[in-house]
Nanobody, 118 residues
């Protein structure tokens, strides 16, 4: 059974930083593209960031571009989301997602709460 486990969430003041991690049990992690999504109360889940399987390309939502950085460590089967200059609008449950190279299999983590106080 594939598991994705997010960690690193918490409470932080506006302007602060947090680093989220998503550790997976994927045996062929290096062949998976990974993404971060978030869902605020009463809102739809939205895309935050994406990194290709080879780690060479990353993509960000406009709302986080320049503040968030996504990276991966294939040796640890883990992706990270470095979040700087956090704003109250970043408050949400953050989820990671894995999609295999063929786009057939996808897996989600259980989420980690990020709360930014003003």
């Amino acid at each position: 059974q594939v598991q994705l486990v997010e960690s690193g969430g918490g409470l932080v003041q506006a302007g602060g930083s947090l680093t989220l991690a998503c550790t997976t049990s994927l045996r062929t992690f290096s062949t998976y593209a990974m993404g971060w999504f978030r869902q605020a109360p009463g809102k739809e889940r939205e895309f935050v960031a994406h990194i290709m399987w080879n780690g060479r390309s990353t993509y960000y939502a406009d709302s986080v571009k320049g503040r968030f950085t996504m990276s991966r460590d294939d040796a640890k089967s883990t992706v990270y989301l470095q979040m700087n200059m956090l704003e109250p609008e970043d408050t949400a449950v953050y989820y990671c997602k894995a999609v295999d190279f063929g786009g057939i299999w996808e897996y989600w983590g259980q989420g980690t709460q990020v709360t930014v106080s003003s």
